[in-house]
């Protein structure tokens, strides 16, 4: 089997990916190793930044979005039992971001893609890819059992951080620049009301907190916890109890309890593999590069890299120029090492390393409390969290 683009990873970076190409007329096949279920119900992303939503729209799978979607404002910082609000369309001159769940946005593409447009296929696992500096790279997977191939006159790895598609790149061209930090997220959804209009995080000598939410019923709730915790050792009460105790604010402020009916522990890394293209192979989204999840940039990233590539593969099938492929990996890689410094900002102001001194505290909150007095350092914080404009 051959076609024109190849895409490795049924995530949200294959799967826009391949509404973007099918709308511009490009035929690609789309090869994802799980299968559909596990795919739409994996619990990761909530926050759209603009250029996100922008590119959902032109891609045509934005009505749900549209209808359903939070529109948000802004968000709420917590330190020292004191709160101090970050309003971002008058810092940003208009941009916002949106609540609406990865497992929404994958929903919605996959329906999209199996109703009218190129071949995605469940259960396919790439083992390999081949002949990177060829005119014809080789994807060799598993379907049903057989071994199977498919040439391509390029291939896209949107297979995530454990993906393949990287070690097509050969290892003395690759390079892979990581952060591993001390302390892990514990994520929870309960199914109750959001206790406020707009997402909150909170430093606390407890640590890091976060909450957010999924739709005026349902909310979601990050704890700062050490690596290797597991979620069987907290038990719901021990869970809402730590929750209240790091979001304490001066006021009549309360969090509302309810069922939790998902618990999962993520562990916290930056990593960016450049460059992000090698001949006919490209990279785009967490199999290229994956940051801490404290700035909410994953998924946007992922995005901003399909966006970029979409436009670079339309223009050399219409025109015959590789020139926005040659200065793809470089204008991605941009955008990203601006959001692994934004993800890292984030997280070192708000998290407690287990480390932590006196001393790295009382830096931390001068930190926050400077972007609660400095209308620059909100508008720093702000115009990070909203995305920058796409190139
Ligand atoms: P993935 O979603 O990882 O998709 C890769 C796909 O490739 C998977 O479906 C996988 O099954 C498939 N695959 C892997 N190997 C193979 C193979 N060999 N053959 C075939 N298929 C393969 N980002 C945000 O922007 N905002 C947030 O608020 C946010 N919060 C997060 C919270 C948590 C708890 C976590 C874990 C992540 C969060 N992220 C957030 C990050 C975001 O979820 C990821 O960046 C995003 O999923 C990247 O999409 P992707 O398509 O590049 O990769
Ligand atoms: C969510 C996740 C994040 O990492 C973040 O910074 C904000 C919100 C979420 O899952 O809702």
């Not at 941009?95 to 109703?115: H, S």
């Not at 967490?286 to 404290?294: N, S, Y």
Request: aromatic content about 8%; charged content about 25%.
């Amino acid at each position: 089997m051959h076609t024109t683009v190849g895409i490795i990873g049924g995530g949200p970076a294959g799967l826009l990916l391949a509404r973007l190409l099918y709308r511009a007329g490009i035929d690609c096949v789309v090869l994802e190793s799980q299968d559909r279920t596990y795919v739409e119900q994996r619990q990761r992303a909530g926050i759209l930044e603009q250029a996100t939503v922008d590119a959902l729209r032109e891609a045509g799978a934005a009505r749900r979005l549209d209808a359903e979607g939070l529109v948000h404002d802004g968000i709420e910082l917590r330190w020292d039992g004191r709160a101090h609000r970050i309003d971002f369309p008058s810092l940003t001159g208009g941009r916002r971001v949106w609540v609406y769940a990865q497992t929404e946005v994958v929903k919605d593409l996959i329906a999209l893609q199996l109703a009218d447009g190129s071949p995605l296929h469940f259960g396919a696992r790439v083992t390999a890819v081949e002949g990177a500096d060829t005119d014809r790279p080789t994807v060799h997977y598993t379907h049903e059992g057989r071994n199977a191939e498919l040439t391509c006159d390029y291939v896209v790895g949107c297979d995530g951080f454990h993906g393949v598609t990287r070690t097509a790149v050969p290892a003395d061209v690759r390079r892979t620049y990581e952060r591993t930090y001390p302390y892990s997220w514990f994520g929870i959804l309960a199914d109750v009301p959001p206790s406020c209009d707009e997402l909150v995080y909170a430093h606390s000598p407890r640590g890091f907190a976060l909450h957010s939410m999924r739709s005026p019923e349902v909310s979601r709730l990050y704890l700062q916890v050490p690596n290797g915790t597991d979620p069987a050792d907290w038990p719901d009460t021990r869970i809402w109890d730590e929750l209240d105790a790091r979001f304490a604010v001066e006021g009549d402020w309360k969090l509302r309890r309810g069922p939790i009916t998902s618990k999962s522990v993520v562990p916290i890394r930056s990593s960016v593999t450049e460059p992000m293209r090698y001949g006919r192979v490209l990279l785009a989204g967490d199999a290229a590069h994956i940051v801490p999840p404290t700035g909410a940039k994953g998924l946007n990233l992922a995005a901003a890299d399909v966006v970029v590539l979409a436009r670079a593969l339309v223009r050399k099938q219409r025109t015959g120029s590789a020139d926005l492929l040659d200065s793809y990996s470089d204008t991605c890689l941009r955008r990203v090492w601006r959001a692994e410094h934004f993800s890292y900002f984030m997280t070192t102001t708000l998290h407690t390393d287990p480390e932590q001194t006196g001393f790295d505290t009382r830096l931390q909150i001068s930190q926050l409390d400077r972007i609660a007095a400095s209308p620059h350092a909100e508008a720093e914080l702000a115009q990070n969290y909203t995305g920058l404009p796409l190139p």
